[in-house]
């Protein structure tokens, strides 16, 4: 399945940790804060908390 932006519905990344492109990110939170999210939201993934409560099997995870 393909990713979309939640805004503009433009294709994402399969990888990405968001689910909004930079643009829109940029746009509604602008770049400073948009960087932080994404950066706080990967670091989440790497360490394994960012599927916490998921009710699916993911096949991103890294454990």
Not at 14 to 24: G, H, L, P, T
Not at 37 to 53: F, H, P
Not at 55 to 61: A, E, G, K, P, Q
Request: glycine share 6%; proline share 2%.
């Amino acid at each position: 399945m393909v990713k979309a932006c939640i805004y503009c519905k433009s294709s994402l990344e399969e990888n990405s940790v968001i689910d909004v492109c930079r643009q829109c990110g940029h746009k509604v939170w602008g770049p400073k804060m948009f960087s932080a999210i994404v950066s706080n939201m990967e670091n989440a993934r790497d360490v394994g908390d960012l599927y916490q409560g998921s009710v699916t099997d993911s096949t991103i995870r890294k454990k």
